[in-house]
């Protein structure tokens, strides 16, 4: 029974893609997985939904990602064999497709970088937030020079260092932050994927925020565009995104 539960388990995510429990959905666990899915697996509270993602040819096999993709090569084939006991052999684990760019920089740099992304744990605290936001200060700081925003351990740490921002209300450095992932994820994540959909709306948010009209719309459109693909136009979460998409554009009329 535990290992039923281990290999076919769900991690149940919030609307924006954090994760909040496991669940056990029979009928979705036959789908196999690839590294490079056809569909994704989105949540609307409990109920699980499987959206396609690029057009299905008649007979092709639906997939997902049983994992989180933003990975190397050699780490995602770790994890699944780790927990599900296979080997992916998918174009993307072929190809070893993009594992250059998700280790760029110098090495010590970013294994430094990767140990400290490791060591962090939730928050549940502003003390805490504030301890989280000040390494990722000074870790950014130090590799300026060593990392590029591609390397993939670089790129979590901006992630933090933007959650701890918005979590001490700090918007305008959350905005810096968020502003530089965009890139890396528009590199790794494919033209419809929900992380880039969530991660151009939390960035979109914040652009509204600063009183960036202009940005904040184009940011937030582009947000829409995949996510009417990604969760569709009934979740609750693409309702809140045209909610503050509509809230922007009424800003504009006024100016």
């Known amino acids: 029974l535990f290992s039923q539960v281990t290999c076919n388990c769900f991690t149940i995510s919030n609307g924006e893609m954090q994760d909040v429990g496991v669940g056990l959905y029979p009928s979705m666990s036959l789908l196999n997985h690839s ?3 056809n569909c994704v697996i989105i949540f609307e509270g409990y109920q699980l939904l499987l959206r396609s993602v690029r057009e299905i040819q008649i007979g092709e096999e639906l997939n997902i990602s049983y994992i989180e993709s933003l990975m190397p090569t050699g780490e995602r084939q770790k994890q699944l064999m780790r927990q599900y006991c296979f080997e992916c052999d998918c174009p993307l684990c072929q190809n070893k497709e993009k594992d250059a760019e998700k280790l760029a920089g110098e090495e010590h740099a970013w294994k430094e970088v990767k140990d400290a992304v490791n060591e962090v744990r939730y928050p549940k605290s502003k003390a805490e937030w504030e301890q989280i936001l000040t390494r990722c200060q000074n870790l950014l700081m130090s590799n ?15 992630d933090y ?3 701890a921002c918005i979590n001490l209300e700090s918007w305008e450095e959350a905005l810096y932050y968020g502003s530089r992932t965009l890139g890396p994820y528009r590199l790794y994540y494919p033209d419809f994927h929900p ?9 979109g948010k914040l ?8 940005q904040a719309l184009e940011t937030l459109k582009q947000a829409y565009n995949i996510m009417k693909v990604t969760h569709g136009t009934e979740h609750s979460l693409m ?4 909610e503050i998409k509509e809230q922007c554009e009424a800003m504009m009329r006024i100016q």
């Open 35 to 37: 590294c490079d899915p």
């Open 144 to 158: 300026m020079d060593h990392l590029p925003d591609t390397n993939i351990y670089q790129l979590k740490m901006l």
């Open 161 to 163: 260092a933007m959650d």
């Open 195 to 203: 992380l880039r959909a969530v991660q151009l709306m939390r960035v």
């Open 207 to 214: 652009q509204y925020s600063q009183d960036m009209f202009p």
């Open 239 to 242: 309702q809140a995104l045209m």
